[in-house]
């Protein structure tokens, strides 16, 4: 008898263990971040498109349409005109102060990082170089 | 060694006082011919953009760009014969952003020739543009060449007419270069016919310059770089001699011959735009012919936009793009090779870093 509940209690241990384990996820697992991801990448793409994230109307999109010409596979780089090492959202930042005539984001801040998986959505697939000007 | 030295020094002159002066871009054309008495040149200002925000406020950064350019135009010697807009001259079509567009080039010297841009067109069909600059299209003759100026952003009437649930949305959805929700530009039927009239009367001989907003060619669908009866518009262009097409919407040194007809882009005065084959998720086709402006500074406001100082000889343009920030850059028809070429970076082993983009 407690040789038999040991060796159930082993089982659900072991079944326990395996349902926590970290290498298994299932196909609906995966849809799920798939889902999770894009939502993040199309509001993204609200806001790059948007007149409303800076003060004077103007868009991320009516320079950098379908994000090009943003290269987030060379940041961090040295970025010549603020003299050190910066990252893609520091950059960001920059475009949201001067064309956009807005405030700067909180690094962390979710519309940040939403801008920042849409540029990166657009730019998938190419090399990373990151110092490249 | 160049024959408009003396012409461009002039030029480039008056360009360097209207820069001291804090203003400066824009195009000018110059056509030279055998007979010095036909030369002529024209000023050329496209993609100016001007946006309104609220109440009088409109974005600084456009406005500066057209009122330099404007300025600078002014100050061109010698004067040109007329000034050509390329279209795009508001961001909305809204009245206020072409009345203060409208107030910005009525500083111009001498006589305006308009050319129908999207952003002027999709809110009210052109209506109030017509109203401050006259016909969407139109031809006129000066010394000796055959102008003619297209609106080639139209689309199928299905789009413009019963897709949208107003005025307001269809010029939004219009407005975004990359939104899906877009139509292929086209001049169309109508035009087209009417263009075929119009030439029919013209000697094959006659230069012929064509000014329309969009290429008259298909370099990238996703971004309207393109126009649907680009084929059939350059077939009834095709009988010419000497065909030179100018287009705006690009924002960048674009430049293609197909055939007879050289095609060559003006810089925007508002802001540049990526080449098409920077951007990864896509297919396209841009004229290889091209060697591309250099990359946009964006710390400096004004890079990547800039002016053209145009000479047609013999029938042919020769652009001098002034860069702002950058070197100047000269595309000109070769006929050694029958194409425009840049005069100093055509060749492959001339080309510098910058002019690479990713």
């Known amino acids: 008898m407690n040789k038999k509940i040991a060796a159930l209690a082993v089982a659900a241990a072991v079944a326990f263990v395996v349902s926590l384990g970290a290498d298994e996820f299932t196909k609906k697992d995966q849809e799920r971040w798939e889902k999770e991801y894009q939502s993040v990448v199309q509001k993204g793409r609200g806001l790059f498109t948007s007149g409303a994230l800076g003060t004077n109307g103007v868009a991320c999109a009516q320079c950098h349409p379908n994000a090009a010409n943003t290269h987030p596979e060379t940041y961090p780089k040295f970025q010549k005109q603020l003299g050190r090492v910066i990252a893609l959202r520091e950059m960001i930042n920059w475009c949201l102060q001067q064309p956009l005539e807005g405030k700067p984001l909180a690094l962390d801040a979710p519309d940040m990082i939403a801008l920042e998986a849409y540029i990166l959505h657009e730019r998938r697939g190419v090399k990373l170089e990151p110092g490249k000007h | ?358």
């Open chain 2, 1 to 358: 060694m160049n024959p408009f030295q003396p012409n461009r020094r002039d030029f480039l002159r008056s360009a360097a006082a209207a820069a001291a002066a804090g203003i400066a871009p824009m195009s000018l054309v110059k056509l030279a011919f055998a007979d010095p008495a036909l030369d002529f040149s024209f000023g050329y200002i496209s993609d100016a953009h001007i946006q309104h925000i609220s109440g009088t406020k409109f974005v600084r950064n456009w406005d500066r760009g057209l009122i330099r350019a404007v300025a600078e135009t002014n100050m061109l010697t010698p004067k040109p014969d007329f000034v050509v807009f390329g279209g795009d001259l508001g961001q909305l079509g809204m009245k206020q952003e072409l009345d203060h567009g409208a107030e910005m080039l009525s500083k111009l010297r001498g006589k305006l020739y308009c050319v129908m841009g999207e952003h002027d067109y999709y809110l009210d069909l052109g209506e109030y543009w017509s109203k401050l600059f006259g016909p969407h299209y139109y031809s006129f003759d000066h010394k000796g060449v055959h102008f003619v100026v297209l609106n080639s952003i139209l689309t199928f009437d299905d789009w413009t007419f019963n897709r949208w649930p107003s005025a307001e949305q269809r010029m939004l959805e219009m407005a975004g270069l990359d939104n899906p929700n877009g139509s292929p530009f086209m001049v169309g039927d109508k035009q087209r016919a009417w263009l075929k009239a119009d030439l029919d009367k013209i000697d094959k001989s006659t230069p012929l310059v064509v000014f329309s907003h969009s290429p008259l060619q298909k370099l990238y669908k996703g971004w309207n770089f393109w126009t649907d009866d680009a084929d059939e518009v350059q077939a009834l262009l095709a009988p010419f001699a000497k065909v030179n097409v100018i287009y705006g919407h690009v924002h960048q040194i674009q430049y293609n011959q197909i055939g007879n007809i050289s095609f060559n882009a003006v810089m925007a005065t508002a802001w540049p735009w990526p080449y098409p084959n920077t951007y990864a998720q896509a297919e396209h086709t841009m004229p290889v012919l091209t060697v591309p402006m250099n990359r946009a500074d964006p710390f400096f406001e004004r890079d990547a936009t800039g002016w053209q100082f145009i000479d047609v000889q013999t029938g042919r343009v020769k652009l001098e793009y002034n860069l702002y920030n950058n070197t100047n850059r000269t595309v000109a028809w070769n006929p050694a090779s029958g194409k425009p070429e840049d005069r100093a970076f055509q060749d492959p082993a001339k080309r510098i870093p910058p002019q690479v983009h990713y």
